[in-house]
């Protein structure tokens, strides 16, 4: 019955048909009419007469045809057929079915049967309930046929209603289906298929060819949409890695954005702990915030050359990013940063320096003011006091001595007035916060020490008037006054010293403070000698006094120190002394820290900083002069990679160590050249360098593979470049890469050469990379897909039309990459468009550039 219904398939086209097939192919007749049916070609006039001999002329003649296809016809002779032989009859019709049904079945290169199945397998795999293994049991329960005909014509089946456990239905509902709508004729019975244990495996195979040819335009479209998939997952991607780009470069630009105007910044603090926690932001940022960008900066041209790389390797048009997010805009905006960061540690440094001087300062004004106005308590009124209009003559002429006293006492203040103005007018050229009250005050200093020299000058004018009156004074009190008043200056100035705070930053300066200490304590024996005479003479008026009875009441009219108070001015002296020996040894035992600390990170950044440098120089000569497989050098570089990363935790050390030179407020350092800066510039340097050079030959193996490019070629390139690289910088000049050429057999003129240059050196910037190199010499092999090819798979799609339309790209193409293309596609203007048109032809031409159509 298969047989018969194959053959009445194709008679029909002729008009014809048969009713028995061992008996109506006897004469030949109809067997060489099916065969110029199915081949398409004319065979030998056939006999037309009735006799045996002519039967028999006429299958030789069809037979003779099928061998001439190269087809080996074992055991079947014509006079078998004219005699009716059934087997050798269904034998024959068998080897014509797969001549000229099956045999041209390829998929994959398989052989016909293997191909037919394969076929049946892809087609049917979506459909849980489907599972082809063979041409016999798999296709029992009828579901098979069924997922054959709704994968190709879903509206023909509601496949969603049929069940498994009723194999008749389904036969019977394929059968017909595919007689009607399919022109495919019912080759099979669907009760003799249910009720066999295995079907005719050649029937099943006939009928399933029917099928494949039926279905064999749409899979063309198959192939074409497979083809346009691969475009658009390309382009997907790369979009995609544009999108990463454009998301990256934006982060970083509005973060260096942000940063910079607090860089900026320089309005100085007022005070020592506000600048200290500045300083501290400023760490956090070089510590924390910062590394974390100087990896997202190396990524983001790392992305952008891989990304390149791959637009050139897939034939499409080079990545531009959006105005302003270049990889130049980027590093020019990195290089502002950088500019601005580069003074700001310095200046805050700096201002710290001022605060802690501008607090030592104000602090030695403040003690030097209240020192003097106790000094001048009380000074005024006594000026201004008129005894000496009562006084006798020897009380005028003790007032007199004891205003020699005062002018005397009153000169020796003057340095400290003039320290206390020079210290406030340092202070006001420093920009001390607190100017206005240390200006008020020392204001009031000034203009009251005026006002004293106005009224010792008036009172002297006052007591030198009535001098001539007064003759006697006591020359031992005058002798007294004149001695004490200096003594007690030097006590007081001693006093000042020995209380008078310091800063110091090196041993030698502590060294040079204990020095003078030691001097002045060398000098406490004359003084106490000193001291000694000058209770001497107040005994010796003691003595006078009580021996002559005068009227003095024991108290010294010349002046108002008494020997009370220089013991007790000395006793405080002596008490300080001590005091000034602790301070300066534990100032000294500081500064034996110091330079401790200057010691060990000297130490360390002195080896760390040539470390640094020497890797950098070694990673400069690995990428120029690489050995092995591509792969190997990978693994190479990406093993020293580990090993400078394992670096790491001495320049956090280092770090740490800087830190406590900042804490211990350390400005210099005599053990090394080598700032944390400098440090800190070059790892983040060499970082950045190891993983460009990872990248470069990350992409000469995207480069390599997708060029197809053999590791002896790829060597071959490298040794070449290396070759005329004459100066080892990873780039050849214009002369060099026009010898290299020549080498490799290029015989050019200037034109040619020009023309190869501006492949290779687009920028013209006179150098040619490796990887432009390897783009030139492996350029012409390139097996890639181009706009023709996707515009012409499009057209398959689409039924020859110069538009596709929304429900087509639906059903050719996976849902993501149909609404990929649905989205981008322009709608189509021409003359014969229909609603729901779309331009495809633009669309291919926008994939690749308007350049390469």
């Known amino acids: 019955m298969t047989f018969t219904a194959w053959c009445n398939s194709h008679l029909r086209k002729a008009g014809t048909q048969i009713e028995n097939i061992e008996e109506d192919f006897r004469d030949g007749l109809k067997l060489m009419l099916l065969l110029e049916v199915i081949s398409g070609e004319r065979l030998a006039k056939p006999e037309r007469g009735k006799m045996r001999v002519h039967k028999i002329s006429n299958v030789n003649k069809a037979l003779d045809f099928i061998a001439s296809k190269g087809v080996k016809l074992v055991s079947i002779g014509a006079e078998e057929i004219v005699d009716g032989n059934v087997k050798m009859t269904l034998g024959m019709i068998w080897t014509i079915i797969l001549r000229f049904a099956i045999q041209d079945i390829s998929v994959e290169e398989t052989s016909a049967k293997e191909g037919l199945l394969l076929w049946c397998q892809r087609k049917t795999a979506p459909y849980k309930n489907v599972n082809i293994q063979n041409f016999h049991i798999s296709w029992k329960d009828g579901l098979g046929f069924c997922a054959l005909i709704h994968r190709h014509r879903p509206e023909l089946i509601d496949y969603g209603k049929l069940r498994k456990d009723d194999p008749l239905t389904n036969l019977n509902t394929a059968f017909d289906v595919a007689e009607k709508y399919l022109d495919i004729p019912k080759m099979l019975d669907a009760e003799d298929i249910v009720g066999t244990a295995r079907p005719d495996e050649k029937a099943i195979m006939t009928y399933v060819s029917s099928f494949y040819h039926a279905f064999s335009g749409a899979q063309k479209a198959e192939t074409a949409a497979n083809r346009?998939?691969?475009?658009?997952?390309?382009?997907?991607?790369?979009?995609?890695?544009?999108?990463?780009?454009?998301?990256?470069?934006?982060?970083?630009?509005?973060?260096?954005?942000?940063?910079?105007?607090?860089?900026?910044?320089?309005?100085?603090?007022?005070?020592?702990?506000?600048?200290?926690?500045?300083?501290?932001?400023?760490?956090?940022y070089r510590r924390l915030h910062k590394p974390p960008k100087v990896q997202e900066k190396c990524q983001l041209e790392i992305n952008f050359n891989t990304l390149q790389t791959k637009l050139r390797l897939s034939n499409r048009p080079a990545f531009m990013p959006s105005e302003g997010r270049m990889v130049s805009d980027i590093n020019n905006a990195w290089g502002c940063l950088e500019q601005v960061e580069k003074g700001y540690e310095e200046w805050l440094l700096n201002e710290i320096r001022r605060l802690e001087r501008l607090d030592h300062l104000a602090e030695k004004f403040r003690q030097k003011a209240s020192i003097h106005e106790a000094w001048t308590d009380g000074k005024e009124a006594m000026l201004r006091q008129k005894d000496y209009e009562t006084a006798t003559l020897s009380e005028i002429k003790a007032l007199l001595k004891k205003h020699e006293a005062f002018e005397s006492d009153l000169a020796?203040?003057?340095?400290?007035?003039?320290?206390?103005?020079?210290?406030?007018?340092?202070?006001?050229?420093?920009?001390?916060?607190?100017?206005?009250?240390?200006?008020?005050?020392?204001?009031?200093?000034?203009?009251?020490?005026?006002?004293?020299?106005?009224?010792?000058?008036?009172?002297?004018?006052?007591?030198?008037?009535?001098?001539?009156?007064?003759?006697?004074?006591?020359?031992?009190?005058?002798?007294?006054?004149?001695?004490?008043?200096?003594?007690?200056?030097?006590?007081?100035?001693?006093?000042?010293?020995?209380q008078d705070t310091f800063i110091v930053h090196t041993i030698e300066e502590i060294q040079g403070l204990t020095t003078a200490h030691e001097q002045f304590k060398a000098t406490l024996p004359d003084a106490d000698k000193e001291r000694l005479a000058i209770l001497g003479i107040h005994n010796e008026v003691s003595k006078i006094v009580q021996t002559y009875h005068v009227n003095m009441a024991g108290t010294n009219p010349y002046t108002t120190i008494t020997p009370q108070e220089i013991n007790g001015k000395w006793d405080h002296v002596r008490q300080l002394v001590p005091r000034r020996d602790q301070a300066l040894t534990e100032e000294h035992a500081r500064q034996q820290h110091n330079e401790r600390l200057r010691k060990q990170f000297g130490a360390q950044a002195n080896v760390i900083g040539p470390w640094i440098q020497t890797k950098m120089e070694e990673i400069g000569r690995i990428s120029i002069e690489m050995h092995g497989t591509l792969e190997d050098q990978l693994s190479h570089l990406r093993q020293y990679e580990k090993s400078i990363v394992n670096y790491k935790p001495k320049i956090d050390q280092l770090e740490g160590d800087h830190q406590l030179i900042q804490e211990a407020l350390i400005f210099d350092n005599k053990h090394t050249n080598y700032t944390m800066e400098h440090i800190r510039v070059g790892w983040e340097q060499l970082l950045t360098t190891i993983a460009r050079t990872i990248n470069e030959v990350e992409n000469q193996i995207l480069t390599r593979d997708a060029k197809g490019i053999s590791q002896e070629q790829m060597n071959e390139f490298r040794a070449s470049f290396n070759h005329f690289d004459r100066k080892k910088t990873g780039m050849m000049d214009t002369d060099d890469f026009r010898a290299c050429l020549i080498s490799m057999g290029y015989n050019m003129g200037e034109a040619e050469f020009a023309r190869i240059m501006s492949i290779v050196d687009p920028n013209r910037l006179g150098v040619v990379t490796f990887q432009a190199f390897i783009d030139f010499m492996s350029r012409e092999t390139a097996d890639t897909d181009t706009a023709d090819q996707v515009m012409a798979s499009f057209k398959i799609l689409a039924g020859d039309k110069n538009y596709i339309t929304v429900d087509e790209l639906r059903r050719e193409l996976p849902p993501d990459q149909a609404e990929y293309c649905i989205a981008r596609m322009a709608p189509y203007t021409g003359p014969d468009s229909v609603p729901g048109a779309l331009d495809y032809m633009s669309f291919s031409t926008a994939l690749y550039g308007e350049s390469d159509l």
């Open 228 to 284: 346009i998939c691969k475009v658009l997952a390309v382009n997907q991607e790369n979009e995609q890695l544009m999108e990463d780009y454009e998301k990256l470069a934006s982060d970083l630009l509005e973060w260096i954005r942000r940063t910079i105007p607090w860089l900026e910044n320089r309005v100085p603090e007022n005070t020592m702990h506000a600048m200290q926690q500045k300083l501290e932001d400023f760490r956090d």
């Open 412 to 498: 020796a203040h003057q340095d400290r007035v003039e320290q206390i103005a020079a210290i406030a007018q340092e202070l006001n050229e420093l920009d001390y916060y607190d100017s206005p009250s240390v200006n008020a005050r020392c204001q009031k200093i000034c203009d009251q020490w005026d006002n004293l020299g106005a009224l010792t000058q008036k009172r002297r004018e006052a007591l030198e008037r009535t001098e001539k009156l007064l003759e006697t004074i006591d020359q031992l009190y005058l002798e007294y006054a004149k001695r004490a008043a200096p003594f007690n200056n030097w006590m007081e100035g001693a006093m000042e010293d020995l």
